[in-house]
Each structure stands twice: as C-alpha cells, then as structure tokens.
C-alpha cells in the first residue's frame, strides 16, 4: 500500500502562486508515475499533471497554459505542483495520485492510489 498526503492547500488572489506537496509513504517507488488531478463542487476529476518516475516526462492539462509545473525529489518521496498566474477556475479540491508503473497516463481510473485531496481558493 501507498499512502499519500497533499498540502499546501489555501486561498490565494488571482494572478498570485501556491505550491502543493505530495509526500508518498508505504510502498513507494521512485518508479511510480504520479499525478495531479483536480475537482470543482459539480463537476468531474480533471487531469492537471503527471510526472514519470524518473521526472524526465511530464504532461499538463490543456488548461495549464504553462502556469503549473510539477516536479519530484524522490529522495524525500515527494511530488511538487508549483501553480502561478492562478485564476479563480482554478478553485477545486486537487489530488495526488500514484500509479504502480512507469508509464505515464493522464486517466485517473489508471492510478491506484490517491490522497484526501486538498483545498485550493482563488479569488478574484
């Protein structure tokens, strides 16, 4: 089992920045591809990022614009969403997934593990 806690999480003016973690416990692997996904009070889990496990390929939802950027320092078992030029439809709770392979995918039924999701406010 994997166990992933996001934070990170608050309320930021538009135009402003956060950063997310994600610390991976259990039986992790730096192997692991790991994503970000996102989800608005009435609407569906929405891709945002992935990171293959070596940190070589990364993938971003079109909506990201280049505003995002995710990382990984598997020595601390963590992934990283760096978020600027924030708008307020970026308000959703976002998630931090793991899938138990290497190959990247943006489908959130392909991950296996998933943390408690985090907060993110945008205001305008």
């Known amino acids: 089992q994997v166990q992933l806690v996001e934070s990170g999480g608050g309320y930021v003016q538009a135009g402003g920045s956060l950063r997310l973690s994600c610390a991976a416990s259990?039986?992790?692997?730096?192997?692991?591809?790991m994503g970000w996904f996102r989800q608005a009070p009435g609407k569906e889990r929405e891709f945002v990022s992935v990171?293959?496990?070596?940190?070589?390929?990364?993938y971003y939802g079109g909506f990201v614009k280049g505003r995002f950027t995710i990382s990984r320092d598997n020595a601390k078992n963590t992934v990283y969403l760096q978020m600027s030029s924030m708008k307020p439809e970026d308000t959703a709770v976002y998630y931090c997934?793991?899938?138990?392979?290497?190959?990247?995918?943006?489908?959130?039924?392909?991950?296996?593990?998933w943390g408690q999701g985090t907060q993110v406010t945008v205001s305008s």
């Open positions: 997934a793991a899938r138990s392979g290497a190959v990247v995918t943006t489908r959130a039924r392909q991950y296996d593990y």
């Open positions: 259990g039986r992790t692997s730096s192997s692991y591809a």
């Open positions: 990171i293959s496990g070596s940190g070589s390929v990364t």
